[in-house]
């Protein structure tokens, strides 16, 4: 029988704060490889990625506060009219777009005009 589970002692690792503080904010910053990090310091990743989700969740709404959403500016141009004298039909579009504003998606469907694309954005501005 295991010696671990019959001792009632505590094999695990115990881990500092200041260490995990450290090595959570090594891991945030951009372009840095959270494998790599764990690795270096002899953890496994996802005890970081343990780390790092409670560390998100414990700041909750603050975080997102930290980076407001940037909207891009957007323009429609129409396209000119065709040149040949046999009119065109519109046909239905099939098309989606996709606007993510924090956990919000935003789903524009089918033949979208210009109007409605202004209102969604207008919207979505005024809640950000």
């Known amino acids: 029988m295991d010696k671990r589970l019959t001792s009632g002692k505590d094999t695990r690792r115990k881990h500092s704060d200041a260490l995990k503080q450290e090595l959570v ?3 945030l910053e951009p ?3 959270v494998a790599a990090i764990a ?3 002899g953890i ?3 005890l970081l990625f343990n780390w790092r989700r409670l560390r998100l969740g414990a700041q909750g709404a603050a975080v997102q506060e930290a980076v407001p959403p940037t909207l891009l500016p957007v323009t429609v141009q129409m396209d ?3 040149k040949s004298s046999k009119a065109i039909a519109p046909r239905p579009s099939n098309s989606v777009i996709e606007i993510d504003v924090g956990a919000t998606r935003v789903r524009l469907r089918g033949a ?3 109007a409605s694309v202004r209102c969604v954005l207008r919207l979505l501005g005024a809640i950000a």
């Open 39 to 41: 690795q270096e310091h």
């Open 31 to 33: 372009g840095a490889s």
């Open 80 to 82: 000119e009219a065709p």
């Open 44 to 46: 496994n990743a996802n």
């Open 112 to 114: 979208v005009d210009e």
């Open 25 to 27: 904010e090594r891991s």
